[in-house]
């Protein structure tokens, strides 16, 4: 693990040179245990990819017990134990997202089937046969970065982001998917979406997914879009 300083309140910690299940996992891992630790002065983690950041309160910290750039280095350090408990005691989630593909629904969905030389039903049925996994969250809350993209979906984002995506568009961005759990701003490939809510502010947690979480899509009609509804 490579411990690196990020501005004067937060430290990167990185645990790999790529992205694939078992870094994310040990990064999701890390990440949950740290938190859960409760130390002195830290004020969130924030897990993506290969590596966590761990942000501290400076002020918390007394000038006469050292650098704070050190002392929280010591903290993460401290929780190697703890993580190798917690990393017997998870297991793994698997949470199904229903989509309703093309229409209006998903107005891209042809542009990714041109380009990949399929047919718009090929396109949903390949999407939704792929096991994902969270390899980060954020863009805005609750937004799920998923790897396990078949490679024959690889569409670059938009020339021209939308002005708005309603909440629940399922696009793709080059080699990943997502869900725009918000109505926000975007400019992925919109294939699809699903009725199904991935941020609630009142719901505790409020983001459905978290990093290292498996995801599948299940095929839904128009008409059990609109029942879900």
């Not at 979406?193 to 899509?217: K, M, S, W, Y």
Request: proline share 8%; with cysteine; hydrophobic share 40%.
């Amino acid at each position: 693990m490579k411990l690196e300083p990020l501005g004067d309140s937060a430290v990167v910690a990185t645990l790999g040179s790529g992205i694939d299940s078992k870094t994310v996992v040990s990064v999701q891992r890390w990440s949950e245990t740290i938190m859960a630790a409760g130390g002195r002065g830290i004020v969130d983690v924030v897990p993506a990819y290969s590596t966590f950041t761990v942000f501290y309160d400076p002020g918390q910290f007394s000038p006469t017990s050292g650098d704070p750039f050190k002392q929280v280095c010591a903290f993460i350090e401290s929780c190697a134990p703890n993580v190798k408990r917690h990393s017997r005691a998870t297991s793994s989630r698997t949470v199904e997202i229903p989509v309703c593909y093309g229409g209006e629904l998903g107005p891209d969905i042809a542009e990714v089937a041109e380009r990949a030389g399929m047919t718009v039903v090929q396109v949903a049925a390949l999407h939704a046969r792929a096991d994902y996994q969270v390899h980060a969250i954020g863009f805005t809350p609750g937004f799920p970065y998923l790897g396990g993209l078949p490679a024959a979906l690889n569409t670059p984002r938009r020339s021209a982001p939308r002005a708005r995506v309603q909440a629940g568009s399922v696009g793709i961005g080059g080699g990943q998917t997502g869900v725009y759990p918000v109505s926000s701003p975007g400019g992925w490939q919109i294939i699809g979406r699903t009725p199904l809510r991935l941020f609630q502010p009142d719901r505790n947690p409020a983001a459905l997914l978290r990093i290292g979480d498996r995801v599948t899509f299940k095929a839904i009609t128009v008409a059990e879009f609109e029942a879900w509804k």
